[in-house]
């Protein structure tokens, strides 16, 4: 019983994290009293749910979480010996439970993109911005956060709490910027929500399912954000380049929880429909005249997209895009992607010979190695395939790509034998 | 809200002395002063002396121990102020920004403690 209280929990913790702190933040401005009381109030439903979770779980642990704010500020108060009327106010209120409704009202979406905004403030590190938006919206934990950062979850953890304390005192307010100062912070927003996709998009639970509620969380997000931003080109860029992805999910994964890459995806899976509203709102995007990384990448996702077959791929195209690419984005996960492409088009030693001053910068990002690794067994340099599909399997611990990378490797030890016997 | 503003710049950087430059500087000093006072911001705001006339002071065992001298060697010295009142801290930076010395130094924005 208690395992699946503390299951059912879980749930409703992932699913609803981002709306309950928002909710909680409108009222009570600071993160770090948020948190806290939003944790006590899972700590008391393990305690008071032993009979089975109630109809109204959501609005038990909202107003739970309320009082518990509500106790932690009359204990300052006490301490300072300050009285608040703020605080007389809320206590009244809080002593009548919440109903569902009064919940529904209360995660209102622009309370969500303040939430965004705050976790997402320029006076903040980028790395920060997205651990905290990841923590507190998408409901991640300092593990999961940590794996995507290729951090350690301890460092993770104390940027996360420097992060709350320097919000809570350096007078970042919690609300809607000016007009103005709205640019900027969005620019700030698209990152973390585009990173908040690629989690979703990229990691697998150990039950092999795609974690697709993170990308129509950020999906959700990045409509919001397209819709107060209808003249922002990345903004639209980033949602197009989303949804051609999402699109193609259906693809990415085989009935056993297999990975399937781009190559080998059955096209007729993709979702035709939100392929070519995403390819219309790409064009109204380009029309802006403000070319940027996300409309670029959303570009490569329409090439990729518009071929009937992997073979009819057009990658001079898609070279084009990613050496565009380059030029906004000097990075070498950019580079290694452009000289993927470009082996389709010169070879695959062409393409080897490329990557290989890659593999310092790289040697901790799993895709170079199993980019490496595919390279290596077309031009049948088996034992190095085999230990570059190693290394690369080293690096993950998605489950339905370690066994595509498994089942790679077995194939390129196969061939070995094979070409022994030959 | 208060916020400390702290102006600081390489003085290599800064223009010279007595050249026009100068007088630009000095001019959109006063002139930023002004706005912060028009916008009702402004608390305080001073520049500072070189770096060369500061004194250290510190007391151990009872005894005040003098060094001539910045409290850090830093290529970047502090050169002045402003004590701002804002609304919070994007209004804060809003204002830093338009500090001259920040095309060429930097502007560091702290809040001030309340107790």
């Known amino acids: 019983m208690i395992g699946l209280i503390s299951e059912q929990l879980d749930k409703l913790v992932r699913e609803d994290r981002g709306r309950i702190m928002a909710t909680l933040m409108a009222q009570f401005g600071d993160l770090d009293r948020c948190e806290e009381a939003f944790q006590d109030a899972q700590a008391l439903a393990m305690r008071a749910w032993f009979r089975g979770v109630p109809d109204n779980a959501r609005a038990w642990i909202l107003t739970t979480a309320r009082r518990r704010a509500i106790d932690s500020i009359r204990r300052e108060q006490c301490f300072q010996h300050v009285v608040s009327d703020l605080s007389e106010e809320f206590s009244s209120e809080l002593c009548l439970p919440i109903s569902e409704e009064e919940l529904d009202e209360f995660s209102l979406p622009d309370e969500r993109l303040k939430l965004l905004l705050i976790c997402c403030h320029p006076a903040l590190e980028e790395k920060t911005s997205v651990a905290l938006s990841l923590r507190f919206i998408a409901g991640l934990t300092t593990i999961e956060i940590a794996r995507a950062f290729l951090d350690k979850p301890a460092t993770i953890g104390q940027r996360i709490t420097r992060a709350k304390s320097k919000i809570r005192l350096s007078g970042i307010r919690y609300g809607m910027p000016t007009h103005e100062q709205l640019d900027v912070r969005i620019a700030a927003v698209l990152k973390v929500i585009y990173f908040i996709f690629n989690e979703g998009y990229a990691c697998q639970q150990g039950d092999g399912q795609l974690r697709l509620d993170l990308c129509e969380e950020a999906l959700y997000l990045a409509e919001l954000v397209s819709q107060l931003q209808p003249n922002n080109a990345e903004a639209q860029g980033l949602l197009a380049l989303m949804q051609l992805s999402y699109a193609r999910s259906a693809a990415r994964q085989s009935d056993e929880g297999l990975f399937i890459p781009l190559e080998l995806q059955n096209r007729e899976l993709w979702n035709g429909e939100l392929i070519s509203s995403a390819c219309q709102r790409l064009e109204r995007a380009l029309e802006l005249g403000e070319l940027g990384p996300y409309q670029l990448q959303a570009s490569i996702g329409a090439i990729h997209c518009e071929a009937k077959t992997f073979s009819c791929t057009d990658w001079p195209q898609i070279v084009m895009m990613y050496r565009l690419l380059f030029k906004c984005q000097t990075n070498d996960v950019v580079l290694l992607n452009l000289f993927v492409a470009e082996s389709y088009i010169y070879g695959a030693e062409y393409g080897l010979h490329k990557i290989e001053p890659l593999s310092r910068s790289l040697s901790a990002y799993q895709p170079f190695h199993a980019a490496r690794a595919e390279l290596l067994s077309k031009l049948a340099r088996f034992d190095e395939a085999v230990k570059a599909y190693g290394q690369a399997l080293a690096l993950t611990s998605v489950v339905s790509e370690k066994r595509y990378l498994q089942m790679q490797k077995q194939q390129v030890m196969i061939r070995k034998e094979e070409s022994k016997e030959d | ?115």
């Open chain 2, 1 to 115: 809200m208060k916020f400390l503003a702290l102006i600081y710049s390489q003085p290599e950087s800064e223009p010279e002395y007595n050249t026009p430059e100068w007088d630009e500087m000095l001019k959109d000093y006063m002139a930023i002063t002004e706005e912060f006072k028009r916008d009702g911001v402004f608390i305080a705001g001073e520049g500072l002396q070189d770096v060369s006339t500061a004194t250290s002071v510190k007391v151990r065992v009872n005894q005040a121990e003098l060094h001539d001298g910045p409290f850090a060697e830093t290529k970047e010295q502090l050169g002045g102020f402003y004590l701002l009142d804002c609304k919070d801290l994007d209004q804060a930076l809003q204002y830093a920004a338009k500090i001259p010395s920040a095309k060429w130094g930097t502007v560091e924005v702290r809040p001030v403690a309340e107790y």
